[in-house]
């Protein structure tokens, strides 16, 4: 058998290289198979290129940098001037189409972009609404989402400039409203799933209302929580000490996975 | 010219889809040329396959999902039981090497790992030494990281389980110790960066010494702060009313970059 990368991987290790990379534009995608049978593997690939690479040192682990590893999403509370109706969306696509359930207006980040600017732009795109980002409630992190890739999802709370007109994405969105906070935080569907529930309550602490009765933390603390519709958990992480306990209800210490809505948690300060 | 995608494309059409995606593996690397020149473009690849995609309708925007567009690190501050000393490493390789600056265990989130488990697996693996993580003390988010993608940098509180022995990783890390706070916390090196800055900032509200001392809040806060130690700026999202005031400087309302240290920052609270 020949020896790996053949006659160019020999000239590597004399030079003392240990890994190769190999950038192919798609307009050179005949150089792929080549590259494949000569131990190059895949290693990410964007619309126009693939980067391939070639491990030298067989027999010692690789140490090139692994590809890019989680998609992140937002979603943004909206309050109407008055605080008391939330803008919401009904989505054309997805497992909510036809449901009638109400949610946040949600979406991916761009490539570069800010979470704040990603939030403020998914709203303007899907209600045609313009609000400005003041802080994140909460964000979520997840496994085995799209591509088997992992999933973080920030939950930011926005301000709203201009109430008074609706205009929703003709593609994705099949319904836009301000709903009234009782009806919205009152699905069922989202009831039924322990992540759900603590971030509707967290959603909650954030209302004009509720202002100042929320106990204060000096940290992000970590829940894991069931999903509820379908198995399997996630960590949310926010900085409700009291949601903390009420959901993943372990004080500092304590070991193993609770009985209760809640699996893990991390504790709430020094 | 033929139409995209040729007879399949044709057929594809006819079935009303929108577009195709291609899971081609290593093995099959040979008809990867065979599918650009049928029209399709990369989309994203694993070690062991690359996916590419055929958008059919042409002249309406792509709505097929984007491939994963960050990575993600964490990092950990780990004090020693009698909380004097940090736990601190200085890295065989990257930007600090040879330079004697200390830092915290850091390194990048496996596929499908948690945060906390993460900080708790790179302060083993790079120091020896077991602890718990406890919870997030701030995060990072900025971009044109490794292969254009983004980064979110997540440090993590970690409570000692034991500081008795200290076995660094022999491939990674050039020294490990237990450092002085007042002498990590002082280098030069990170003050000079207003993120850094705050960062440390930060990490002294997280000693025993400082417990009670933070002024708390109930959002997760934004900062945009100055990198520093070379162009551009980095969005800080953390917990504390008072370094957000310092560090950011403006306060809700304003508009505008601020001419100090800040960049802009999020509100405080609702």
Request: aromatic letters at 8%; hydrophobic letters at 35%.
């Amino acid at each position: 058998m020949a020896p790996r990368g053949g006659k160019l991987g020999r000239t590597w290790r004399l030079q003392h290289r240990r890994g190769i990379w190999l950038k192919l534009p798609l307009a050179l995608a005949s150089h792929v198979p080549v590259a494949a049978s000569s131990g190059f593997v895949f290693h990410h690939a964007e619309q126009d290129y693939v980067m391939m690479t070639h491990w030298l040192e067989e027999g010692k682990p690789c140490t090139l940098p692994p590809g890019p590893t989680h998609q992140v999403g937002v979603g943004a509370l909206v309050l109407d001037k008055g605080g008391k109706n939330i803008l919401a969306v009904q989505e054309k696509s997805g497992p909510l189409r036809g449901t009638g359930v109400w949610k946040m207006p949600t979406g991916l980040l761009d490539v570069g972009e800010d979470i704040g600017a990603g939030a403020e732009r998914e709203v303007k795109e899907e209600t045609g609404v313009s609000a400005r980002f003041k802080h994140l409630i909460a964000f979520r992190h997840a496994h085995a989402f799209a591509f088997g890739k992992s999933d973080l999802f920030f939950l930011a709370r926005l301000e709203v400039e201009d109430d008074s007109s609706l205009q929703p994405c003709p593609h994705e969105i099949a319904a836009c409203d301000w709903v009234p906070l009782s009806l919205f935080l009152s699905q069922p569907r989202f009831l039924a799933s322990p992540l759900y529930a603590c971030v509707y309550d967290l959603c909650r602490d954030a209302l004009p209302e509720n202002e100042g009765k929320a106990r204060p933390v000096t940290a992000i603390m970590g829940t894991q929580l069931k999903l509820g519709f379908k198995p399997g958990a996630a960590w949310l992480y926010h900085t409700s000490e009291w949601h903390h306990k009420k959901h993943g209800g372990k004080s500092e210490g304590e070991d193993g996975l609770e009985e209760g809505k809640g699996l893990g948690t991390t504790s709430g300060g020094d």
